[in-house]
């Protein structure tokens, strides 16, 4: 039986709760720690646990026994908290984003390989049937070569949500859309794709003038063998319509999932490839569904890799690798030019100082609010 604390019991919180309460037979949560204790309180009493509250994380690793912490904090404190939690000899399932800057990236990581402790970056959507169909698809090769990728990440956000203390600063949140919506479907990109070679970006703030980021940003990768990649990030869209295209040489095929094949006449204008279609449609449909999703999924891909000594699906260095494509992006926009990748300590954004003496401030934050009343997130 493994001892979980949940450090910061914000919107975000329920989620790890509920994943780790589909298996009490695997883990127990024992500690609970918020700097508003009372919100820590009104979360303890909502899922009827029996858990200590904490304050800071400091006293819960002295007092407590823990195999396990979720940091469910802002962003800001990620790096910190975790290096903390691994050195005091914990393993951490850390929210996205992983961090501020890669250089808080590097030192989780190697505070995990130091400690010879997991160190997880939450990326629930991986752990989806569609996005897991999609990913064995790609594997096999069918489609052909990718041409083109397409990644609507499509939010809708009222002013008032960038009203919260911590919310919409470059200190504090790290970033926008880009970083705190899109991440999730820039993970996959990257997990699906790699990588690409280089990031041309441009970014606006055109709903939000209560935040200094970015509501809105649109990236194009370019890998070395041609091939684009073509990024929306938002929280201007109404709908919230989202999804991942990939055009491979011999099919089109998405997330919701689509198919389309092609093949060509004598002219080179298109006619219907069904037999293709039909095996690409019972590829993805004769996948297996997974038992659990989201985070309930990845929470059981940690809790089975801590028993087991085996390995999760999203580490360190698949974490870091997103915050890698959303720093160039930002690095290139705000300079106006398109950004070579890997990115280096050279980079003017490696760090979180260097981002913050470096990036453009779209609005100065205004009015700023303790707390919401109501913090349910709705999708």
């Known amino acids: ?105 590097d030192a989780m990581n190697e505070a995990a390989k130091r400690n010879d ?31 083109h990728t397409q990644v609507d990440s499509f939010w809708w956000r009222g002013h008032s949500y960038y009203d919260l203390w911590w919310r919409g600063t470059w200190e504090k949140e790290g970033g926008g859309c880009t970083l705190n919506h899109a991440v999730h479907h820039i993970d996959i990109f990257q997990w699906m794709r790699g ?3 280089e990031i041309t970006a441009v970014t606006s703030n055109t709903a939000h003038d209560n935040a200094e980021v970015e509501d809105i940003s649109i990236a194009i990768g370019r890998y070395k063998s041609g091939s684009l990649a073509q990024i929306t990030s938002s929280v201007v869209h109404h709908g919230e319509e989202q999804q991942l295209i990939f055009q491979g040489e011999k099919a089109r095929v998405s997330v919701p999932w689509q198919v389309k094949a092609s093949l060509a006449q004598e002219n080179g204008f298109p006619k219907e490839n069904q037999p293709l279609e039909e095996t690409l449609t019972e590829a993805y449909e004769n996948d297996p569904a997974l038992t659990y999703e989201g985070h309930a999924g990845q929470i059981q891909n940690v809790l089975e890799a801590i028993q087991h000594n085996g390995q999760v699906l999203v580490d360190g260095v698949q974490g870091r690798q997103t915050l890698e494509l959303i720093t160039a992006i930002y690095e290139s926009a705000n300079y106006q030019r398109t950004v070579k990748l890997p990115l280096t300590e050279a980079s003017p954004f490696y760090t979180s100082e260097g981002i913050l003496e470096n990036v453009k401030h779209f609005y100065e934050k205004g009015k700023s609010i303790e707390n919401f009343e109501d913090n349910e997130i709705t999708t």
């Open 1 to 105: 039986m493994l001892n979980i604390a949940v450090v910061g019991t914000g919107a975000i919180c329920p989620s790890h709760l509920q994943g780790y309460l589909t298996f009490p037979d695997q883990c127990e949560i024992v500690a609970l720690c918020d700097i508003y204790p009372e919100k820590a309180e009104k979360v303890k009493k909502e899922f009827s646990l029996s858990s200590t509250v904490y304050s800071n994380m400091t006293d819960l690793l002295a007092q407590e026994e823990v195999d396990l912490i979720s940091v469910c904090t802002p962003p800001y404190t990620h790096a910190s908290l975790a290096v903390e939690a691994l050195d005091a000899g914990k393993h951490v399932l850390v929210e996205k984003p992983m961090a501020s800057s890669l250089e808080e990236c």
């Open 117 to 147: 402790k997991i160190l997880s970056i939450v990326a629930q959507n991986r752990f989806t049937t569609p996005m897991m169909r999609m990913k064995h698809l790609l594997e096999k090769d069918l489609i052909g070569d990718v041409l």
């Open 195 to 197: 990588l690409p070679d």
